[in-house]
């Protein structure tokens, strides 16, 4: 996965492009300007800083982290600094003096979490949160003529695709398309409350932590 992203980089935005997508991320990036307005954020696999960008103006403090340094260079020279700390790191080991947060974001990460990791890592995320903090995740609903096609699934349920970059090569990336009842049912045990919101190509899910 950090090999494929790390290639990747420079055509990373691309996905964005879609024509038939633009309607949904227009009101996307409106809802999440709001979402974190006044909070410390803690954002995971940031990217190249699509999403930051959207947020970060309104958020009191956001530290962005990411595994690969070449997505980081694009977010760095995208978002102005006086806001946002991007940190190369590990979404499953996230730094532990990396600070308090209030709130945490992810986009486009749940679907690239193996199944058998997805508790390992909401435990440690919730771990470097205070109680009572918001958390977002946004991602990609599968649809038929506009998503890549699902190539192979293994023996736990993990679904792939088949990725081809503008070098000509090809990549085998896990990409889980997870349910409603799935996502609410994994962040049950450690919200207040949760509630989940479509669009035609993405989903968000959004909880508070319990205490």
Request: proline share 5%.
């Amino acid at each position: 996965m950090h090999d494929y992203y790390s290639a990747r980089a420079a055509e990373y935005d691309k996905i964005y492009l879609k024509p038939e997508r633009q309607p949904n991320l227009r009101e996307m990036e409106t809802w999440i300007s709001r979402v974190f307005e006044g909070r410390s954020v803690l954002e995971i696999a940031c990217g190249t800083g699509y999403w930051t960008q959207f947020f970060a103006p309104r958020a009191a403090r956001v530290l962005a982290l990411d595994a690969a340094e070449e997505t980081l260079k694009i977010a760095r020279a995208r978002v102005p600094p006086s806001k946002v700390e991007f940190v190369q790191g590990d979404a499953y080991e996230i730094p532990a003096a990396t600070g308090s947060f209030d709130a945490a974001f992810a986009g486009f990460w749940w679907s690239h979490i193996p199944l058998n990791r997805v508790e390992t890592f909401l435990c440690g995320l919730h771990q470097a949160l205070e109680p009572g903090a918001t958390v977002v995740f946004i991602d990609n609903r599968f649809v038929q003529g506009s998503s890549t096609p699902i190539s192979l699934q293994d023996a736990e349920g993990n679904t792939y695709q088949t990725r081809a970059l503008s070098d000509g090569t090809t990549h085998r990336v896990l990409k889980n398309f997870p349910a409603r009842a799935e996502l609410l049912e994994a962040v049950r045990r450690y919200s207040q409350s949760a509630a989940y919101r479509e669009w035609d190509y993405y989903w968000a899910l959004e909880y508070t932590l319990a205490a």
